[in-house]
């Protein structure tokens, strides 16, 4: 029997400065900051995860903050847009919300549904729309309630360079139902009610520029590390070149890219990031995997302190 992802584990971007990110999905956006770590293959720079209170699979943004790093362009074999799910109603509040952090947006009409469109302060495209499905968060943060809150992804917007290629990977080999096809877009969706949403731009599009404010790859779920075993078969059997499972520490990752250029990543919803923290402490201290542990002092001297802040209101 063929397997379906769950949905989106995790998104993974590269950005600039990191008291910036995190001043924006902390800050602006109310998102929590569930760990605070290292590039496990770049141990220099930090490694940071935005998502509801405990991190649960479906809500996390990961972001490599590189100081000085050169700007990237968005374009085909990447995610062009987060999208994420706020309640039903509460979308003037995060219109007046940017307003107030200067933050501009406009409104856009996909699959008879409004999305806030806007970009945080890297350029990364991100989009809000009003959904029923999904929990509600219980994690507020400078001044966002949980009633208004993010609830975590709805989807992403999928940028290929060669669509029909991505579509076939999105519905054969990740398993998610091919739903509709409007204006320019292929729909598809998975079983689960947060980050099941997937969007494909059907006209493919020219290779973009991996650096700050581009997306490096989307992470599905796997329901543990045997299934996780499975899907490795699965991916080589229909044609592409999966590596072998790595430790992430909060789920072990095997990645490949598909045909139109994006990296996929398959990742395991255990054991998740109270692993090492309890959850009243998530994202607090920088935690290391025990084998960068003996160089914690060295780790510790080459990154730039930051702290989680309510930013500044630019306009009354
Ligand atoms: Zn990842």
């Known amino acids: 029997m063929r ?46 995860y935005f998502g509801d209170e405990t991190g649960t699979p479906g809500t996390i943004i990961t972001f490599f903050p590189w100081p000085n790093g050169r700007p990237g362009r968005i374009g085909g074999g990447q ?45 990364l495209q991100i989009q809000l729309v009003e959904r029923e499905q999904g929990p509600q968060s219980t994690w507020s943060f400078a001044g966002v309630p949980v009633e208004k809150a993010i609830k975590g992804f709805g989807g992403a917007v999928l940028y290929s360079t060669h669509s029909e290629q991505t579509a076939r990977a999105l519905e054969h080999t990740m398993g998610m139902k091919r739903e509709a096809e409007e204006d320019g877009f292929i729909r598809f969706r998975t079983s689960a009610d947060l980050g099941n949403v997937i969007d494909l731009k059907k006209e493919s599009v020219r290779y973009g520029v991996g650096g700050s404010g581009t997306v490096h790859h989307i992470a599905w779920r796997a329901k543990d590390q045997q299934e996780q075993l499975e899907w490795q078969k699965q991916v080589a059997a229909d044609g592409f070149d999966p590596t072998p499972v790595q430790d992430r520490q909060y789920f072990t990752a095997v990645y490949f890219r598909e045909a139109g250029g994006i990296l996929f990543e398959i990742a395991t919803d255990p054991p998740g990031f109270t692993v090492d923290e309890e959850v009243s402490a998530l994202g607090e201290k920088l935690m290391l995997p025990e084998w960068y542990e003996k160089y914690r002092a060295e780790i510790e001297s080459n990154l730039t302190p930051f702290t989680v802040r309510e930013p500044e209101v630019k306009k009354p």
């Open 79 to 123: 995610v062009g847009i987060t999208t994420y799910v706020v309640p039903t109603g509460a979308m003037a509040f995060w219109e007046e919300r940017l307003t107030s952090y200067a933050i501009p947006y406009t409104k856009e009409q996909r699959f008879a549904e409004t999305y806030l469109s806007f970009a945080d302060y890297d350029g």
């Open 3 to 48: 397997l379906q992802t769950a949905g989106i584990h995790h998104i993974t971007a590269f950005v600039g400065d990191a008291q910036r990110n995190v001043d924006f999905y902390a800050g602006i956006l109310g998102l929590r900051l569930v760990k605070k770590t290292i590039n496990f293959d770049a141990p220099e720079v930090y490694h940071l």
